[in-house]
Antibody, heavy 119, light 109 residues
Framework: EEQLVESGGDLVQPGGSLRLSCAAS????????MHWVRQAPGKGLVWVAH????????RYADSVKGRFTISRDNAKNTLYLQMNSLRAEDTAVYYC????????????WGQGTMVTVSS | EIVLTQSPGTLALSPGERATVPCRAS???????LAWYQQKPAQTPTLLIY???NRASGIPDRFSGSGSGTDFTLTISRLEPEDFAVYYC???????????FGQGTKVEV
């Protein structure tokens, strides 16, 4: 079964840092483009960041540019999101997602990990 | 930056009825890069439609997508109880390699 499992969510103070991980299993991780998508409580889906298969192309939403860093370790089948200078508005469930083999849509999603930024 | 607008935010329908969920783009987009997702309460999003009209694997044929240019539609031909959920459209912009979601439409009883 193709699966993504996120971890690392926690309660953190404003200005703090957190690193999320997403472990992939059941498929060959290396060739796929990967993403982070977040969802604030009671709100909609927001795309956060993208990394291509070998990590040479990275994109961010404007709201996190300069604060978040996406990376991957294909040998460990793991995607990461380093989040610095966290703000209250970063509070959300963070999902990792895999494209379907083409960049147009995400067909595998993790269950999400909750990040709460509060003092 | 392309903005996707989903209005209305809520559709009140009954089981057995037809649901029409609209998605409007702020400028013309390629239908190849328009997708639809379903999210049930406390669950992960599920891909329904890609390329504006192609059903994803395992999706029942009561779900269909259509549209081009700036106006796209997700149609559920006859609502089943399990179809009451939030539906999101999504666009991929290959020139900037960024992705955008609409704000979602809740289909409720």
């Amino acid at each position: 079964e193709e699966q993504l499992v996120e971890s690392g969510g926690d309660l953190v103070q404003p200005g703090g840092s957190l690193r999320l991980s997403c472990a992939a299993s059941g498929f060959l991780f290396g060739p796929f483009w990967m993403h982070w998508v977040r969802q604030a409580p009671g709100k909609g889906l927001v795309w956060v960041a993208h990394i291509n298969s070998d990590g040479t192309t990275i994109r961010y939403a404007d709201s996190v540019k300069g604060r978040f860093t996406i990376s991957r370790d294909n040998a460990k089948n793991t995607l990461y999101l380093q989040m610095n200078s966290l703000r209250a508005e970063d509070t959300a469930v963070y999902y990792c997602a895999r494209d379907r083999g083409f960049p147009d849509a995400f067909n595998i999603w993790g269950q999400g990990t909750m990040v709460t930024v509060s003092s | 930056e392309i903005v996707l607008t989903q209005s209305p935010g809520t559709l009140a329908l009954s089981p057995g009825e037809r649901a029409t969920v609209p998605c409007r783009a702020s400028q013309s987009v390629s239908s190849s890069y328009l997708a639809w997702y379903q999210q049930k309460p406390a669950q992960t999003p599920t891909l329904l439609i890609y390329g504006a009209s192609n059903r994803a694997s395992g999706i029942p044929d009561r779900f269909s997508g259509s549209g081009s240019g700036t106006d796209f539609t997700l149609t559920i031909s006859r609502l089943e109880p399990e179809d009451f959920a939030v539906y999101y459209c999504q666009h991929y912009d290959p020139s900037s390699r960024t992705w955008t979601f609409g704000q979602g439409t809740k289909v409720e009883v």
